[in-house]
């Protein structure tokens, strides 16, 4: 399908800081990542002609600029051009990093964003190049620029094209009987896998869906409960003889390692998690658990029991067609670290902990 190679292209510009184009129903945007440019970039681009700034709805509501008017279908705010919007304003207002520190120039003034489909694609395509969500933007295309339609991007990362790839024996600590699946999609760079533990014997497989964590899962971080989880979730699966651990490129709830190094600047800045996300611009959760489900169908489980403290994680297996028979809670003991961090997850996202 080239219309996503066209939007694997534009990922690719957008990381590397070259304009992309997005093709919406009525009109395209031209468009230029904050993030990546610089200030070569930004002259190049703006020789096309003068450029706006494209924000996303909750980096535009931190900033108050624009409102839920603006924000509505694209969620994006375009914040037009003025002379003191130079790239080091622009960056100010997409890394909340300076926040604090720095006031804001301006005045700033939001405006529509004009192809509402093609502005809240490209927030995506931020989101899935693991840059922050702005860019300069103009109307119309840009020659030479990958211009993937906005139709396009939102499908990208749709869990329909993924197919095992290959599986082979895997003793691990937990569990000598085990094997590891690995699962690849035309579409998407990233690798899924799934670790089946023993054999299927009739029950419902007891079932983990575990977000990467690199921090977590690798380094033994105690800012979150990562870690713990995964190591309990290998031993009670082990304990039952039979299930499925689902290891899901989601790193940071979907927004990316660096983005996520970024919410934990902000956290040590004061603000919880919740808030660190919203702040960036991104969703509080930007996770698709439609991915999940596929993998457990793929490996021929419809029916299951799922360790999950996170009601949407049982609300997204469920709505993919996933029939989760019980919910097996898996907290964990809270450290000094994370124990805010629990307290926002139980308070603010409806964690059943
Ligand atoms: N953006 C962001 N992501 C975080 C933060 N702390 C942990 N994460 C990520 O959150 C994800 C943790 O997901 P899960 O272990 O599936 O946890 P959960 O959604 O809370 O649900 P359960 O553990 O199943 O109850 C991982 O991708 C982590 O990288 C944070 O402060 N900000
Ligand atoms: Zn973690």
């Given at each position: 399908m080239s219309g996503l190679r066209d939007v694997a292209r534009a990922i690719d510009a957008a990381r590397r800081g070259w304009p992309l184009v997005i093709q919406g129903a009525a009109r395209a945007l031209s468009l230029l990542p904050v993030e990546s440019a610089d200030s070569g970039r930004l002259a190049e681009f703006l020789a096309g002609g003068a450029a706006d700034l494209l924000l996303s709805a909750e980096r535009a509501a931190t900033l108050k600029l624009g409102n839920q008017r603006e924000a509505a279908g694209g969620g994006a705010v375009r914040i037009a051009h003025a002379p003191w919007l130079d790239l080091d304003a622009a960056v100010a207002l997409a890394d909340p990093a300076?926040?604090?520190?720095?006031?804001?120039?301006?005045?700033?003034?939001?405006?529509?964003?004009?192809?509402?489909?093609?502005?809240?694609?490209?927030?995506?395509?931020?989101?899935?190049a693991g840059l922050l969500p702005a860019f300069f933007v103009r109307?119309?295309?840009?020659?030479?620029?990958?211009?993937?339609?906005?139709?396009?991007?939102?499908?990208?990362?749709?869990?329909?094209?993924?197919?095992?790839?290959?599986?082979?024996?895997?003793?691990?600590?937990?569990?000598e009987q085990a094997e590891i699946v690995a699962f690849r999609s035309a579409d998407e760079a990233v690798e899924h896998v799934a670790l089946v533990i023993g054999a299927p014997n009739g029950a419902p497989p007891l079932v983990r869906l575990h977000s990467e964590c690199l921090t977590g899962d690798v380094f033994g971080s105690l800012k979150c409960d990562c870690g713990p989880q995964l190591d309990a979730a290998l031993a009670r699966i082990?304990?039952?003889?039979?299930?499925?651990?689902?290891?899901?490129?989601?790193?940071?709830?979907?927004?990316?390692?660096?983005?996520?190094?970024?919410?934990?600047?902000?956290?040590?800045?004061?603000?919880?998690?919740?808030?660190?996300?919203?702040?960036?611009?991104?969703?509080?959760?930007?996770?698709?658990?439609?991915?999940?489900?596929?993998?457990?169908?793929?490996?021929?489980?419809?029916?299951?029991?799922?360790?999950?403290?996170?009601?949407?994680?049982?609300?997204?297996?469920?709505?993919?067609?996933i029939t989760v028979e019980e919910r097996v809670a898996h907290a964990m003991a809270p450290n000094p670290h994370n124990h805010g961090y629990l307290a926002t997850k139980r308070d603010r996202t409806g964690h059943m902990l």
């Open positions: 300076r926040d604090l520190a720095t006031p804001l120039k301006g005045p700033y003034r939001a405006i529509a964003p004009g192809a509402e489909d093609a502005a809240g694609a490209a927030i995506k395509l931020a989101r899935l109307d119309g295309t840009t020659p030479d620029a990958p211009a993937p339609g906005a139709a396009a991007v939102a499908a990208y990362d749709s869990p329909g094209r993924l197919v095992i790839a290959s599986r082979a024996r895997l003793p691990v600590a937990q569990a082990a304990a039952q003889g039979w299930g499925v651990l689902l290891y899901l490129r989601q790193e940071g709830r979907g927004i990316g390692l660096v983005n996520k190094l970024r919410a934990y600047a902000l956290q040590d800045q004061g603000f919880d998690t919740v808030d660190a996300n919203v702040r960036l611009g991104f969703a509080i959760d930007a996770r698709d658990f439609g991915v999940a489900a596929r993998m457990l169908e793929l490996l021929g489980q419809r029916r299951i029991r799922l360790l999950t403290n996170n009601p949407a994680k049982v609300a997204g297996l469920s709505a993919a067609g």
